[in-house]
């Protein structure tokens, strides 16, 4: 894809998330789009950088093993790295290195390691828990679906967040998830509402502040959007069909 459609695309998007913030009474600048370039080429996110991009996300570490250091090392300064996807506790030590920031943290074992790996690279790690509010078998994240009637469900995922966000060497931003893919991008509002809901739980109960919210993509994030998304993952609507 030429620089002139990254362009032509990103402005687009630009223009869908300022529609949907004004629908919803929002600024769009409180809104952080991250291009996801998994599958794209360095030449590809270079382009999005000439257009304004700042933020990548990327799913795999063995793809962003090559592609971040490539890009970095030809811009004057670097963007925002990402790590959206899911992430193997055996792996976890190449995410360091990498990235700026974890949407997928999806078990205490794993944001655990993280804390460790941080600590010995004297720095905090910004991340985001990841939930399963879908209650989709095949989603990660976690299990929080229907919390709000299933107290056991609340209770685990309570204790759960009471150990996350006592780890010295990460700060727990948020929450990220998933939407089911639907035609109809209306059926995801339930999902991103309900979110916002157990955000505004965790933070009265906990005495936090969980700033950002991580949901909506391509298919999806005008809805994320109007029920309070504060970081939408945008691929395909950016950099067109995977590479």
């Keep these: 894809m030429s620089v002139i459609d990254i362009s032509a695309n990103l402005k687009a998007v630009q223009e869908t998330i300022a529609s949907a913030s004004a629908r919803a009474n929002r600024n769009p600048e409180d809104i952080t789009l991250v291009a996801v370039s998994k599958t794209h080429p360095a030449e590809a996110v270079l382009a999005a950088i000439a257009s304004g991009v700042r933020h990548f996300g990327e799913n795999r570490v063995e793809e962003a093993e090559d592609k971040i250091p490539t890009v970095n090392a030809q811009v004057a ?4 790295w990402h790590m959206i996807g899911h992430i193997q506790s055996r792996k976890a030590k190449l995410v360091l290195p990498l ?11 794993l944001a655990q390691k993280l804390s460790e790996l941080a600590a010995a690279d004297n720095r905090t790690l910004p991340v985001m828990i990841e939930v399963n509010i879908s209650g989709e078998a095949a989603k990660y994240g976690f299990e929080v679906s229907d919390w709000k009637n299933k107290p056991d469900v609340k209770a685990a995922f309570w204790h759960e967040m009471e150990t996350l966000l006592q780890l010295s060497n990460v700060e727990v931003r948020g929450l990220m ?5 639907y035609d109809e991008m209306e059926r995801t509002r339930p999902v991103f509402a309900a979110m916002t809901e157990l955000r505004e739980k965790l933070q009265a109960d906990f005495h936090v502040a969980l700033p950002d919210l991580s949901m909506g993509m391509t298919n999806d994030y005008p809805v994320a959007i109007e029920e309070g998304a504060t970081i939408v993952r945008i691929g395909r609507a950016i950099f067109g069909e995977r590479g």
Excluded: L, Q, Y
Excluded at 77 to 80: E, I, L, S
Excluded at 177 to 181: D, G
């Design 77 to 80: 300064t670097k963007p925002v």
């Design 99 to 109: 990235f700026d920031r974890v949407h997928s943290v999806d078990t205490v074992k």
């Design 177 to 181: 998830t998933m939407a089911p893919f």
